[in-house]
């Protein structure tokens, strides 16, 4: 069983910066082929992929919107997932969840919320013009 808990969210202002945290526990996720992505959810809209990483091997995916914005990255020795997200827009304003699977997902699959079977609480990410 992996434990995930997400921090670093808050309100900032557009064109600021935030870095979102996953913290995981009760499996080293560093050293297993574990995917780790970022999703993210509006008020009244349905969760959208945000990027992705798929650990042993470091490669990324991220959602067209983001790219060149956010940076998604690993700490192995923390256990830990980030998200890096500058120049942020009012319209990143989202709860922001992080999700793990076991297993090496292909490119498009990593960014399909069904097949990540271990969530996270969310944070949310505020952002005002």
């Known amino acids: 069983q992996v434990h995930l808990v997400e921090s670093g969210g808050g309100s900032v202002q557009a064109g600021g910066s935030l870095r979102l945290s996953c913290a995981a526990s009760g499996r080293t996720i560093s050293t297993g082929t574990y995917t780790v992505g970022w999703f993210r959810q509006a008020p009244g809209k349905e969760r959208e992929f945000v990027a992705a990483?798929?650990?042993?091997?470091?490669?990324?995916v991220y959602e067209d919107s983001v790219k060149g914005r956010f940076d998604i990255s690993s700490d192995n020795a923390k256990n830990t997932v980030y998200l890096q997200m500058n120049d942020l827009k009012p319209e990143d304003t989202a709860v922001y969840s992080c999700?793990?699977?076991?297993?090496?997902?292909?490119?498009?699959?990593?960014?399909?919320?069904?097949?990540?079977?271990?969530w996270g609480q969310g944070t949310q990410v505020t952002v005002s013009s």
């Open positions: 999700a793990a699977v076991k297993g090496i997902l292909a490119p498009q699959t990593m960014q399909s919320r069904y097949f990540y079977n271990y």
């Open positions: 990483v798929r650990l042993t091997s470091g490669v990324t």
